[in-house]
Nanobody, 121 residues
């Protein structure tokens, strides 16, 4: 069974930084794209950014220049470095991974349980 476990959320003042981590574990044949989404109260879940197996990232316009996605393929882990945080970044952040559990099974999306990020003075 595949699990994605996030860590690193918390309360931070505006202008501060946080680093989120998400580690995938279990029976995994291969992980393809990994990414981060967020959902603020009363809003739809939105893509923050993603990164492919080659390490090429893409970001939502709202976080470009402030957030950085990276991954460690050997550890099946994706990171989200968040700098210059704003109150509007407050949300539950979810990790996502597109992966295959065996060579024969189709690629599927898996989600972490979410971690709360609150930006407030």
């Amino acid at each position: 069974q595949v699990q994605l476990v996030e860590s690193g959320g918390g309360l931070v003042q505006p202008g501060g930084s946080l680093r989120l981590s998400c580690a995938a574990s279990g029976s995994i044949f291969g992980i393809y794209a990994m990414g981060w989404y967020r959902q603020a109260p009363g809003k739809q879940r939105e893509l923050v950014g993603s990164i492919n197996t080659g390490g090429s990232p893409n970001y939502a316009d709202s976080v470009k220049g402030r957030f950085t996605i990276s991954r460690d393929n050997a550890k099946n882990t994706v990171y989200l470095q968040m700098n210059t945080l704003k109150p509007e970044d407050t949300a539950v952040y979810y990790c996502n991974a597109a992966l295959k559990v065996t060579i024969w099974t189709p690629q599927a999306n898996y989600w972490g349980q979410g971690t709360q990020v609150t930006v407030s003075s």
